[in-house]
């Protein structure tokens, strides 16, 4: 069963066991990952609940459109495989992740796909690959650098949304000045979680839900 608890020592050990200081933060490290990505599934599954209950004709309209597709079947193949359920279901419901935190860490993903998936002109098209590269008389090495920066810039994003930077590390905009009427925003009431049958398309409505403004940005221009 998928946990985000440490294990306790085993038996017969001393009293500051085997592990080291280095294990021991490694392990708090990957245990701050766990909790933040179930945080992350159930805020996500909790938003599918409420359109599910509030709109159900679009939940069905949404589930109905993305079952068929490759994406949906293999996220629901990892999602089994990597036992998530158990994951998000183990111990007391976690604070509701703020929409604007998941959208942040999908932004770069999505324009990545974007400008995949749009049509290119044709003089793009002709000769992928390293005959483009020779084309433009650019070094194969150059490319590869390239993509070995967009992989980090992905990774970051991944540790961004599933990591908590330390105090200082992430330049941010500067603080608002405070004002006496000046108050947090609330959080938005969230129905629990269902588990069993519809999680996974829980999970994956309450994406729809909180992307659908990030992926409608980037739509195809003759789509409605």
Known sequence: MTTTETPPPPAGTTDAGPLTPTDHRALAFIGQVNGTLRACLCTLARHG??????????????LDTVRPWPLYKGGQFLFDLMEWEDLMVDGDL??????ERIV???????????????????AARLVPGQRTAAALDLPLRLLATTARTAFLGAAQDLTDLLGTPEAGSVPGPPPAPET?????????????????????????????????????????????
Not at 54 to 62: C, I, K, M, N, S
């Open 180 to 224: 006496e009427s000046a108050a947090p925003a609330a959080e938005p009431e969230l129905p629990a979680l269902e588990a069993g049958f519809y999680l996974y398309e829980d999970i994956v409505l309450g994406s729809l839900t909180v992307l659908g403004p990030l992926l409608a940005e980037h739509a195809p221009a003759d789509s409605p």
């Open 104 to 122: 942040a860490a999908c932004a770069l993903p999505v324009q990545w796909l974007a400008a995949a998936t749009a049509d290119a002109p044709a």
């Open 94 to 99: 976690p604070p509701v992740m703020p929409a």
């Open 49 to 62: 609940v409420a359109l599910r209950r509030g709109e159900p004709e679009r939940a069905r309209v949404l």
